[in-house]
């Protein structure tokens, strides 16, 4: 945004702070003809900032995704490799399943042209590949567990928990269910 006249700077930042609104009204699928119109901009000035919905969600998420990325930076060197997957998997559980619109956002990253590095998805992955790296390595994971596995993994109970009255509280359960698995030992 360097070298953007002031009135482009605003507009971008008055798009955004609009889009952030819409998506957690209404999800991923917010439409970007409603965000111009609340925005009091053309819809190709929404388009000039963002391509494209991809583009738009992306910047929606991206301070948080920054966050949990750094996040899982610093856990990377915990003492105990399970006990800091863990609890990076709880914050992105617990930002997914209250952030409306994130899963989906995850969802169709995974769908899309895989030479977009800058996905949301992509992201996380790359953050959390160290954490997963370390528990397998310690016997904290299952064989063949992979960022990605888990990631679907978050994407899919974020979802299924969108409508209840707390999801941030039923996906925090559901994925402490999960780790302990459904069917204990014998």
């Known amino acids: 945004m360097t070298g953007q006249r002031a009135d482009a700077r605003r507009n971008y930042a008055r798009i955004l702070a609009v889009a952030e609104a819409e998506v957690a009204a209404h999800g991923a699928d917010a439409s970007l003809e409603q965000i ?11 388009r000039r900032h963002f391509p494209g919905r991809r583009a738009l969600l992306a910047a929606v998420f991206g301070e948080r995704i920054a966050v949990l990325c750094a996040r899982a930076t610093a856990l990377t060197d915990a003492p105990d490799a399970r006990q800091a ?19 989906d956002a995850l969802m169709q990253d995974g769908l899309t042209d895989p030479e977009q590095v800058q996905d949301c998805s992509t992201k996380l992955r790359a953050a959390a590949e160290p954490l997963v790296q370390r528990a397998a390595q310690a016997g904290a994971l299952a064989p063949g567990v992979t960022a990605a596995d888990l990631l679907t993994l978050v994407t899919g109970i974020a979802l299924a928990t969108e409508h209840h009255q707390d999801p941030t509280a039923e996906a925090g359960r559901l994925l402490d269910l999960t780790v302990r698995g459904v069917v204990p030992p014998r």
């Open 85 to 103: 997957l863990l609890e990076w998997l709880h914050a992105l559980t617990a930002y997914a399943a209250s952030a409306r619109g994130m899963a």
């Open 36 to 46: 111009a119109r609340t925005a009091g901009v053309g819809s190709a000035t929404v």
